[in-house]
């Protein structure tokens, strides 16, 4: 069922791909400014920057109650079977990588992405 639930997120959301791939060429500032600061960073020793921002979403699954009711005789016998009605999350790693091109400046606005790294599927 999460699955199903994050799939069509992302049929109505798009492409978390396609909207990594926009930031290639601009500022690390970008996605900053969509997402917040991202929650860790390293070196990669290439001479590229690794920027983690690890994303949360929740969704709630209503609960569902079905009655099978029959009757045998005179007696009736029904029985109740209920799923839902509980929170489902999904954690996400969202990854860019960027090289720093400003040396006259320091944070954020150093940096210009120039990859990513495409999240698992159940957060595409």
């Known amino acids: 069922m999460r699955f199903v639930v994050t799939l069509l997120a992302g049929l109505l959301f798009g492409c978390a791909s396609q909207i990594m791939?926009?930031?290639?060429?601009?500022?690390?500032?970008?996605p900053i400014f969509d997402y917040g600061p991202p929650e860790s960073a390293f070196d990669m020793g290439d001479g590229?920057?690794?920027f983690i921002w690890n994303i949360t979403s929740e969704s709630y699954i209503p609960r569902n109650s079905t009655i099978n009711a029959s009757v045998i005789g005179n007696q009736l016998y029904a029985s109740t079977y209920t799923t839902g009605g509980y929170v489902a999350s999904n954690q996400c790693a969202y990854v860019l990588f960027?090289?720093?091109t400003n040396n006259a400046v320091e944070g954020p606005a150093a940096w210009t992405v120039v990859g990513f790294r495409p999240p698992r599927l159940g957060c595409e």
């Open 21 to 30: 791939q926009a930031y290639i060429g601009k500022s690390l500032t970008e």
């Open 98 to 100: 960027a090289k720093r």
């Open 48 to 50: 590229r920057r690794a």
